[in-house]
């Protein structure tokens, strides 16, 4: 395989950082001139959906452990972060971080066994378990059961992260998640781990023979992808104001959450980004313009659209962005051997 | 392949623009109103049954039909210079973001003078959230979830009853026929599907059938869209109480009576909580299996000598929508008949003047298609005066059985045969 000189990955890594820094600028100062609370809604699902794409891909991506299931630790980080606002009076702003830590914890404990298996079993036990969790959920009286908790409104506030109608606090808080998600993808590209992971995703054996340790490997990218899902899901908790299972730990919301990162590209760090801008404003505006009909019009556009991005760009719209990079191995290895 | 792509977005582009056009049309001096309904998903019949009832109402309330019940005159709102109702609906898609995403839409961008919904009370939780921060009224028209009116809100407004009222109509009705027959219920089976509605409507019955001194013989909660209902029917059958209360959707209402009929279990009687059971889908698809199930009901049909305006409302809606009107979609109409009445006397849609309107509204229920007393909204919102009926199915149509005073028929009761 051919290998870029160090000096030539660094350069990328530097260009993708300064990208980054720019894209979050640019997206700080979006909001200044929307007044629509519409479209600021819009902004901020599609943010919040970038983040959790991006806490998905760095398991389901950079891991290749594909989960059918994150709903569970995004429903475990609303859950936590809003029992203990209910409970204990302890503000979202810390109970997000509770939460996200539970949801990691919890990763931890559905990895544990689930990643002895592999390949497609991994996704068949990763959805089971979200959906036993979604049951149990339905039916534990103490979490609010099939009624759900309605989270209080007493004033507006940054440690209660509660706004009346104010929407730009939210876009500030959804921005800080999907780019914390982002960074977090950015330093696994570039570290040891990154490294580990691709390798094991594309050859667990060979990856074991350059002593890759899988299991703990996979139990590192699952609490890191389940912890940032527990933020995310506390944050829409806040933001919706209400949660009940149906809401926070579908099978419908895991498809959703993974859906970004395989429209915008798997294992990229650019994809989820990409995915959820497309694929979050498509929902959303083809339902507002259709929805209303009633024929379901709108789903229909909706699914049209992303079968259409499925089949032109398989590798996900991040392939855009770099056309020219990636040549085909067998053109790579001969560039290699004319230098 | 970048080419083919960017052409398609441009194709899409290209479609979709009339449409947002269209959508920012407004005539002047309509009064614009909300509408968020499921209309795609798993309930989407039942919100694409409410749009065809506020449709209806919205024609008797705008156009020259002459119905025998509040501002069924027609031509407008006369107080507002005969301005137009006009409707505004959205999906919920059965969801409660959504749900929120889409009454924040219609507030902010349609400028609607009010909201209603929504069917399921998930929904209406995050509806009747917004509605509140940008205090807009929230007409409830169907939801039954207790809850909702006990959050101290101030700007919703339920003219529907709830599940308390409605459990609590069919236990007076269990005392009164038993007190009128000699043969009381002794036991009652509880079976119900593990959503908000279901849970909360067994919380409901526990309780009643507590104070009414009634045992409990089985308390199952099973899961909704279930493909089998086999084992739950056995147990209800091991149980074999006086009376079955069930609480479902319609497929499993449908997969319930079907189980029963399989395993040769006949309940003595059934009293249903509503929902699945009064759709005609579950007519259509037990037929004679049906024949002597009971369900509360706000609305009833056949009280026609009553409510003067049930016949010509309902062939109104039935042309339009190609069935008879039932306990959801009377609801539906009710709460734009109730609301336009408020936006009448306010004389505007100045939310705090229409608030103030809502919450004095005083209808005598024979203006009204439904058996109710009337319509007046308690300090929480909540309407007051919206007595449920029971209702039998007896040769293959429903008839109003309780209270005995707007009776139909007479009840069929095989408890203690």
Redesign the interface.
């Given at each position: 395989m051919a290998k870029l000189p160090d000096n030539a990955i660094l350069r990328r890594r530097r260009r993708e950082l300064a990208a980054g820094g720019a894209v979050l600028l640019a997206l700080a100062v979006l909001p200044l001139p929307i007044a629509?609370?519409?479209t600021q809604?819009l902004i901020i699902?599609a943010l919040l959906f970038a983040g959790l794409a991006q806490a998905w891909n760095i398991l389901g991506g950079y891991c290749g452990q594909i989960s059918l299931g994150h709903a569970l630790y995004f429903g475990i980080g609303g859950y936590v972060s809003t029992l203990l606002f209910l409970r204990a009076g302890l503000p979202p702003s810390l109970g997000m971080f509770a939460g996200g830590l539970a949801a990691g914890a919890a990763a931890l404990l559905v990895g544990w066994p689930c990643f002895r298996l592999s390949g497609h079993y991994y996704a068949i036990a990763t959805l089971v378990v979200a959906q036993i969790a979604y049951?149990l959920a339905?039916?534990w009286d103490f979490i609010g059961?099939?009624?759900?908790l309605?989270v209080p409104?007493h004033a507006e506030s940054w440690g209660d992260l509660a706004f009346?109608?104010t929407k730009r606090p939210f876009h500030y808080i959804a921005l800080a998640f999907a780019a914390a998600a982002w960074f977090a993808g950015y330093l696994i590209e570039g570290s040891r781990w990154g490294y580990a992971w691709r390798a094991m995703r594309d050859d667990p054996v060979a990856a074991r023979s350059l002593a890759v340790r899988l299991l703990p490997s996979k139990m590192a990218a699952a609490s890191i992808s389940g912890g940032l899902a527990g933020i995310g899901g506390a944050i829409?908790a806040q933001y919706?104001?209400?949660i009940?299972p149906?809401?926070v730990m579908s099978l419908q919301l895991s498809i959703l959450i993974a859906l970004p990162a395989v429209i915008g590209g798997v294992g990229t760090l650019w994809g989820p980004l990409l995915g959820a801008a497309v694929q979050v404003p498509i929902s959303?505006?083809?339902?507002?313009?259709?929805?209303?009909?009633?024929r379901?019009s709108?789903?229909m556009?909706y699914g049209a659209?992303i079968v259409?991005?499925a089949l032109?760009?398989p590798a996900g719209l991040a392939s855009?962005l770099r056309?020219a990079r990636r040549p085909p191995p067998a053109a790579e290895a001969r560039n290699a051997n004319a230098a | 392949m970048p080419t083919l792509l960017r052409r398609a977005a441009v194709a899409l582009v290209v479609t979709l623009m009339p449409l947002a056009w269209t959508s920012s049309v407004r005539a002047a001096g309509d009064v614009v109103i909300g509408a968020v309904f499921p209309l795609t998903g798993n309930a989407a019949q039942v919100g694409i049954d409410a749009r065809a009832a506020l449709e209806t109402e919205a024609e008797i309330i705008n156009g020259h039909h002459d119905m025998p019940m509040l501002l069924g005159a027609g031509g407008g709102l006369a107080q507002l210079g005969g301005a137009h109702v006009r409707l505004v609906f959205a999906d919920s898609q059965n969801n409660p973001q959504t749900a929120r995403a889409e009454a924040e839409r219609l507030i902010t961008q349609d400028h609607v003078a009010a909201i209603i919904g929504s069917y399921t009370s998930a929904t209406a939780a995050t509806i009747s959230q917004v509605t509140e921060r940008y205090q807009v009224p929230y007409i409830s028209a169907d939801n039954s979830s207790p809850s909702l009116t006990e959050r101290g809100l101030h700007w919703i407004f339920r003219t529907s009853p709830t599940d308390v009222m409605f459990t609590g109509a069919m236990f007076e009705f269990m005392q009164a026929i038993g007190e009128r027959t000699g043969h009381k219920a002794a036991s009652v089976a509880l079976i119900y599907e593990d959503s908000i509605f279901g849970s909360d409507s067994a919380a409901v019955q526990r309780k009643d059938a507590a104070a009414a001194g009634i045992r409990v013989a089985a308390d199952i909660r099973y899961r909704a869209n279930s493909p089998s209902l086999s084992t739950e029917v056995e147990r209800l059958h091991a149980a074999d109480a006086d009376v079955l209360l069930p609480s479902s959707y319609t497929s499993d209402a449908i997969l319930l009576m079907r189980a029963m009929h399989e395993s040769g279990y006949a309940p003595r009687a059934i009293i249903a909580q509503d929902a699945g059971f009064v759709q005609q889908s579950f007519l259509d698809a037990v037929g004679p299996l049906a024949e002597g199930v009971m369900s509360r009901s706000a609305f009833a049909l056949d009280a026609t000598r009553a409510r003067p305006a049930i016949a010509p409302v309902n062939a109104l809606f039935h042309a339009r929508a190609g069935k008879d009107l039932n306990d959801l979609t009377s609801r539906d109409i009710t709460a734009l008949q109730v609301l336009a009445d408020a936006i009448g006397r306010a004389g505007t849609t100045q939310p705090e003047k229409l608030r103030a309107a809502l919450a004095a509204t005083r209808i005598d229920g024979a203006q009204t298609i439904m058996p109710w007393r009337g319509v007046a909204f308690d300090d929480k919102g909540q309407n007051s005066e919206a007595d449920p009926v029971i209702q039998q199915i007896q040769g293959g149509t429903w008839h109003t059985v309780f209270p005995f005073a707007v009776a139909t028929a007479a009840p069929v009761w095989n408890v203690g045969k």
């Open positions: 629509d609370v519409y809604n699902m049951l339905l039916n059961g099939a009624t759900g309605y409104f009346r109608t829409f919706v104001g209400y009940d149906d809401s959303e505006v083809s339902r507002s313009w259709l929805g209303g009909a009633g379901g709108d789903l556009i659209l259409t991005v032109l760009r855009l056309p | -």
